[in-house]
């Protein structure tokens, strides 16, 4: 049985802040970090920094920048130690972190190089030990670190530190766990060229920090920052060892906090507003908890869950489970651009208009069939006239192979087929020989990039076929945004809000269909969805904007849980497979795009331990809520 607690720190053992935006979060941290520099300038000492690298510090450092360059705040006086650096890499590879740390902090303040301490990923391998020995040597030299910045991997890891890092490990060299290298995988275009191994900072080596803040930010996070913040202490999760340090916090953003039980829990906490819901999530969590499903749920089992008040308030048992039930239930509908002709009181999607246009989102070219393939198959299929809009071209992710497969093939069509295709043939050689040019890791230049694109933009017109889409629903944004950067590190810009302008304005849309809304606010998908928002905010007060609904679907990590669906679109087999055959079509999926299929059957097998019709797979949507 579960008994009530008074407060959210019986829970969480490290003390954890929840910010509603990452930005927010990086001001506050940045202005302790600022502190820190001006109180231990003041005593003449240097103030000793831990850095961490990964999208999550990226606003963090932005505003560092700023105080330097609008507020004068000096580095002059700060020793910076990084945590880690992927080994084998050399420093001026551009997925490298000593090169992160220059394009994204060093390079824009006055911090002496001397100061700047990174891990040397080339150091040869006899010499790895001596390397680490020295790092904290250097660390000691410096007086320890004063302040500690960190992120945290999926794998719950710090730094490095994989699951099973030791409490006392020291800096050293390690082997990267799978889910690490999945993270990575775009970066290096593609997962096999992800590095196996990094020399990070150890547990040991953190914990002697004498201040530490660790920033998450996302949905995707949440599950391992609860691991971390309320879980035991255990080798399993690395983060999880800070709760053993007395001057530990969080700074997370409201994504990252959804799985803490203040927020995934609050009854077990205090009095709750039972709202629609709220109500719904306890409902589906105690089926969950006793598993049971929801139209067998007691009295008894609410009581003993802390969930007495709901009770109370929307009881008995009986009334509230065949409510909830049915409000389940009604999520339900193969019909994902409404019924025609049908009475919609109960239904997802309004049935008039009818047939309707359907605008489909996707951040990368592979996103939405991934994600929708299936709801996409079927809105063709009802007769919509649905458009599939690629938001960005998705070349950062094509491996080399991609364009010289593609410059082989026209160059041998040029010699055996097609006579006089000169300058299709100086085109094939330009891209070969760019390609050898940059070698290996080189940043592709413009012409790389854009071959890269056209690549994927087949690929989705191959997938979108397999799915009953014409070629001329298809569109390709290539917005500015993606184009001029790289990930992690992308800033978007009015043009490419205006960018999608047109494309309401041209297609005025009955429905959207959009992701990204939950996923850490410097990816792609946030940043095409924050987009998004913008210009629909820009639209509203036109006509079709008001009419308009907006459907959000998640991406591969994580699907919606069964409380947060507002759409379920059930799939046969054969339509699971029809999406599957799709997938295919792709050549650049990472491992957890290849497996998405298998989430839309576990939403399948909740729905079934819920109580509700067990289908083969469903794909779910959120109704969009303006915040
Ligand atoms: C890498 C780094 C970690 C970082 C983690 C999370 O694994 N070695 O220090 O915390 O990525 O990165 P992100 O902030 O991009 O999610």
Same mark, same amino acid.
């Given at each position: 049985?579960?008994?009530?607690?008074?407060?959210?720190?019986?829970?969480?053992?490290?003390?954890?802040?929840?910010?509603?935006?990452?930005?927010?979060?990086?001001?506050?941290?940045?202005?302790?970090?600022?502190?820190?520099?001006?109180?231990?300038?003041?005593?003449?000492?240097?103030?000793?920094?831990?850095?961490?690298?990964?999208?999550?510090?990226?606003?963090?450092?932005?505003?560092?920048?700023?105080?330097?360059?609008?507020?004068?705040?000096?580095?002059?006086?700060?020793?910076?130690?990084?945590?880690?650096?992927?080994?084998?890499?050399?420093?001026?590879?551009?997925?490298?972190?000593?090169?992160?740390?220059?394009?994204?902090?060093?390079?824009?303040?006055?911090?002496?190089?001397?100061?700047?301490?990174?891990?040397?990923?080339?150091?040869?391998?006899?010499?790895?030990?001596?390397?680490?020995?020295?790092?904290?040597?250097?660390?000691?030299?410096?007086?320890?670190?004063?302040?500690?910045?960190?992120?945290?991997?999926?794998?719950?890891?710090?730094?490095?530190?994989?699951?099973?890092?030791?409490?006392?490990?020291?800096?050293?060299?390690?082997?990267?766990?799978?889910?690490?290298?999945?993270?990575?995988?775009?970066?290096?275009?593609?997962?096999?060229?992800?590095?196996?191994?990094?020399?990070?900072?150890?547990?040991?080596?953190?914990?002697?920090?004498?201040?530490?803040?660790?920033?998450?930010?996302?949905?995707?996070?949440?599950?391992?920052?609860?691991?971390?913040?309320?879980?035991?202490?255990?080798?399993?999760?690395?983060?999880?060892?800070?709760?053993?340090?007395?001057?530990?916090?969080?700074?997370?953003?409201?994504?990252?906090?959804?799985?803490?039980?203040?927020?995934?829990?609050?009854?077990?906490?205090?009095?709750?507003?039972?709202?629609?819901?709220?109500?719904?999530?306890?409902?589906?969590?105690?089926?969950?908890?006793?598993?049971?499903?929801?139209?067998?749920?007691?009295?008894?089992?609410?009581?003993?869950?802390?969930?007495?008040?709901?009770?109370?308030?929307?009881?008995?048992?009986?009334?509230?489970?065949?409510?909830?039930?049915?409000?389940?239930?009604?999520?339900?509908?193969?019909?994902?651009?409404?019924?025609?002709?049908?009475?919609?009181?109960?239904?997802?999607?309004?049935?008039?208009?009818?047939?309707?246009?359907?605008?489909?989102?996707?951040?990368?070219?592979?996103?939405?069939?991934?994600?929708?393939?299936?709801?996409?198959?079927?809105?063709?299929?009802?007769?919509?006239?649905?458009?599939?809009?690629?938001?960005?071209?998705?070349? #950062?992710?094509?491996?080399? !192979? $991609?364009?010289?497969?593609?410059?082989?093939?026209?160059? %041998?069509?040029? /010699? &055996? @087929? +097609?006579?006089?295709?000169?300058?299709?043939?100086?085109?094939?050689?330009?891209?070969?020989?760019?390609?050898?040019?940059?070698?290996?890791?080189?940043?592709?230049?413009?012409?790389?990039?854009?071959?890269?694109?056209?690549?994927?933009?087949?690929?989705?017109?191959?997938?979108?076929?397999?799915?009953?889409?014409?070629?001329?629903?298809?569109?390709?944004?290539? #917005?500015?945004?993606?184009? !001029? $950067?790289?990930?992690?590190?992308?800033?978007?810009?009015? %043009?490419?809000? /205006? &960018? @999608? +302008?047109?494309?309401?304005?041209?297609?005025?849309?009955?429905?959207?269909?959009?992701?990204?809304?939950?996923?850490?606010?410097?990816?792609?998908?946030?940043?095409?969805?924050?987009?998004?928002?913008?210009?629909?905010?820009?639209?509203?007060?036109?006509?079709?904007?008001?009419?308009?609904?907006?459907?959000?679907?998640?991406?591969?990590?994580?699907?919606?849980?069964?409380?947060?669906?507002?759409?379920?679109?059930?799939?046969?087999?054969?339509?699971?497979?029809?999406?599957?055959?799709?997938?295919?079509?792709?050549?650049?999926?990472?491992?957890?795009?290849?497996?998405?299929?298998?989430?839309?059957?576990?939403?399948?097998?909740?729905?079934?331990?819920?109580?509700?019709?067990?289908?083969?797979?469903?794909?779910?949507?959120?109704?969009?809520?303006?915040?």
């Amino acid at each position: 049985m579960l008994h009530r607690r008074s407060t959210a720190e019986s829970y969480e053992k490290i003390a954890t802040v929840i910010f509603d935006h990452s930005t927010k979060a990086a001001v506050a941290l940045a202005k302790e970090v600022r502190d820190l520099i001006e109180t231990k300038n003041k005593a003449g000492q240097p103030a000793v920094l831990g850095l961490a690298t990964g999208s999550s510090p990226v606003p963090f450092y932005r505003e560092l920048i700023r105080l330097h360059k609008e507020e004068k705040l000096s580095f002059k006086n700060v020793i910076t130690f990084n945590l880690d650096e992927y080994y084998g890499l050399d420093t001026d590879h551009p997925e490298s972190y000593r090169r992160f740390m220059n394009d994204q902090l060093f390079d824009h303040i006055d911090i002496p190089k001397k100061s700047i301490h990174i891990p040397d990923g080339k150091v040869p391998g006899d010499q790895i030990f001596d390397h680490c020995r020295d790092y904290e040597a250097a660390i000691d030299a410096a007086g320890g670190i004063d302040f500690q910045i960190l992120g945290i991997g999926r794998t719950g890891h710090i730094g490095f530190n994989e699951p099973g890092s030791s409490r006392e490990s020291l800096t050293r060299r390690i082997t990267l766990d799978r889910i690490t290298r999945q993270d990575a995988a775009a970066d290096f275009r593609g997962e096999e060229n992800v590095p196996r191994f990094a020399i990070t900072m150890g547990v040991g080596t953190i914990l002697r920090a004498k201040k530490l803040v660790l920033i998450a930010w996302g949905e995707n996070k949440a599950g391992v920052v609860a691991k971390a913040v309320e879980g035991p202490v255990s080798e399993a999760v690395s983060a999880s060892f800070l709760q053993d340090h007395p001057d530990a916090r969080f700074f997370i953003d409201s994504g990252a906090s959804h799985e803490l039980t203040r927020r995934k829990l609050p009854w077990l906490i205090g009095p709750v507003k039972w709202t629609p819901q709220e109500t719904r999530r306890a409902v589906c969590w105690l089926s969950s908890s006793v598993n049971e499903p929801v139209l067998k749920l007691t009295d008894e089992e609410y009581n003993e869950h802390g969930l007495s008040d709901l009770l109370s308030e929307h009881g008995p048992s009986y009334e509230l489970n065949i409510r909830i039930f049915n409000q389940l239930q009604h999520t339900i509908s193969g019909w994902p651009g409404g019924k025609p002709d049908a009475d919609d009181t109960f239904r997802p999607e309004r049935a008039k208009p009818y047939p309707k246009r359907a605008l489909i989102f996707t951040p990368e070219p592979q996103d939405a069939v991934v994600s929708i393939g299936a709801t996409i198959d079927r809105l063709v299929e009802q007769g919509h006239e649905v458009r599939v809009v690629s938001m960005t071209s998705g070349n #950062l992710r094509v491996p080399d !192979s $991609g364009v010289n497969k593609f410059a082989s093939i026209l160059l %041998e069509i040029a /010699s &055996t @087929i +097609a006579e006089g295709w000169s300058e299709q043939t100086d085109y094939a050689r330009h891209i070969l020989q760019l390609l050898a040019e940059k070698g290996e890791f080189g940043e592709d230049p413009p012409l790389l990039r854009q071959l890269k694109g056209l690549i994927l933009r087949g690929e989705l017109r191959d997938a979108a076929q397999g799915l009953g889409l014409a070629q001329e629903n298809i569109q390709f944004l290539d #917005l500015p945004f993606y184009e !001029s $950067g790289r990930y992690r590190r992308f800033r978007t810009s009015d %043009e490419d809000t /205006s &960018t @999608i +302008a047109k494309v309401f304005h041209e297609f005025k849309p009955h429905q959207i269909y959009a992701t990204g809304d939950a996923a850490d606010p410097s990816s792609v998908s946030a940043l095409c969805f924050r987009l998004i928002e913008q210009t629909l905010a820009q639209c509203q007060k036109e006509d079709w904007a008001a009419a308009c609904s907006l459907w959000i679907y998640r991406g591969k990590e994580k699907a919606l849980a069964t409380h947060e669906i507002d759409m379920a679109v059930p799939l046969s087999p054969n339509q699971l497979e029809r999406k599957e055959r799709a997938l295919t079509r792709y050549h650049s999926l990472t491992s957890l795009e290849r497996e998405s299929p298998k989430l839309n059957q576990q939403t399948a097998q909740q729905y079934d331990s819920l109580g509700l019709a067990h289908y083969e797979a469903i794909e779910s949507f959120q109704r969009w809520r303006r915040t």
